[in-house]
């Protein structure tokens, strides 16, 4: 497997698993890959074919280097850890909030480590207090207010070296409430 990266960044651009060339095996050439690209940047890494970082993707990865700065192969990067502090009214092993357009949920973002990162938050459904929050000892939290929908929901937080997380939330009929047709 060749893994295609900046030079400069570490940034991987690209990757592509051996070729069968005229009967034969054999390794991928940058050249071939990225033809319009400035060749002088980029760099390769050649690995033994890894289904985990075809099915994961690029993004989930980052070039690793040993202690001298020499580039020594590939390495996950960390998660972040995505939670809520609303509970599971219905049982069906979902957190989730009343549609009621008043109801919130505090979304906790966990990382690794106590630098100081920026979090970016989305949200499918209802609206968040705020878009990007800073991390204070590897923690980012936000405000979810939920919609007047019943729907499902799916929170996202991303984060400049860490593997994306999302977290599943429904947005629930309001007890007492009744839907007139």
Known sequence: ???VYDKTTGEIIGHASRLFDNGKWREATIEEIFPQRDHSKLEALYLKDDPRYFHQGPEHWRIRHDESGVVVGLERLPAITLSCDASDHDNDGIPDLPADGT???????????????????????????????????????????????????????????????TLQMEFIPVAGHSVVF
Request: charged share 25%.
């Open 103 to 165: 109801s919130t949920t505090k979304i906790t973002a966990k990382l690794d480590g106590d630098a100081k990162v920026d979090v970016t938050f989305r949200t499918t459904r209802g609206s968040l207090s705020k878009r990007t929050v800073t991390t204070a000892k590897g923690q980012a939290t936000v405000e979810l207010r939920a919609a007047t929908e019943t729907v499902a929901v799916i929170v996202t937080a991303t984060a400049p070296g860490y593997r994306p997380a």
């Open 1 to 3: 497997m060749l893994i």
